[in-house]
């Protein structure tokens, strides 16, 4: 979708959503959705294939023509950018109805967070524009941190990894860090408090049920 791709990234497609918006599936297999733009002068076809990609093309309603000009980031005038207005419209509602965040790629962060949306119905959120692949959870009742999702590029100072990597910060007991930061393990808290806080990789350097136990424990500090 050239200048469009940025409303799908990190995103899912949910295939069991794409009915209830609207979206018919055809005999090639793909999952087609239909909207006007510009008072019905162009239509906007939408297409989620079944491997999960999506594609999309607007063409002139009476000629059946492809219009592309406003994929050229160098068109401008009122009503080129009235098309891409509205064509980004309906790409984010789909998005936003038909998607849930792909942005952690570590099969034990999506446990973790699967975990957590099962047992406190807790979602991750992404509270920085500048840093999309990050995301806090927070209790309901106070609103405080009790677990942040990171993602950190390769040779970051103090992780003792040199390859990029999702980690998680936890709340800990201050008298407990200087026994548990092992720099192996457990490292000093990531952009976070180092006395309240430390950082773990969710590479299963820990087991699935030590990580969610501490996790469960940084839920209930997270409480005073």
């Keep these: 979708m050239k200048n469009f791709d940025f409303i799908f990234r990190n995103k899912k497609v949910c295939f069991d959503r ?28 939408v297409t989620v294939w079944a491997n999960g990609n999506i594609s999309s093309e607007l063409r002139d309603t009476d000629t059946g023509d492809l219009y592309t000009l406003h ?14 207005s509205e064509c980004a ?50 209790r309901t009742d ?20 040199a390859a990029a990597a999702e980690i998680l910060d936890l709340r800990g007991r201050p008298e407990d860090m200087e026994k548990l930061l092992d720099r192996q393990k457990f490292f000093p808290a990531y952009h976070m408090n180092k006395k309240h806080w430390y950082t773990v990789f969710l590479d299963d350097s820990l087991s699935d049920e030590e990580l969610c136990r501490r996790t469960d424990e940084s839920f209930l500090l997270a409480k005073k």
């Excluded at 009915?19 to 019905?40: H, K, L, M, S």
């Excluded at 994929?71 to 891409?84: E, I, P, Y």
């Excluded at 119905?121 to 990050?134: M, V």
């Excluded at 106070?142 to 990894?161: D, E, F, H, I, Q």
């Design 18 to 45: 794409l009915p209830a918006f609207g979206f018919r599936q055809d005999a090639d297999g793909g999952n087609r959705y239909g909207a006007p733009v510009t008072g019905g002068q162009f239509v906007l076809t």
């Design 71 to 84: 994929l050229n980031a160098d068109a401008t005038g009122a009503f080129v950018g009235q098309v891409r």
């Design 89 to 138: 419209d309906i790409l984010q509602k789909i998005a936003d109805a038909c998607c849930t965040d792909d942005v952690f790629k570590n099969r034990q962060t999506k446990m973790l967070l699967g975990y957590l949306r099962q047992k406190y119905r807790h979602e991750p959120e992404f509270l920085w524009e500048k840093f999309p692949d990050n995301a806090i959870v927070r």
């Design 142 to 161: 106070n609103k405080k941190w009790y677990a942040a999702v990171l993602t950190v590029a390769a040779g970051r100072p103090g992780l003792g990894n």
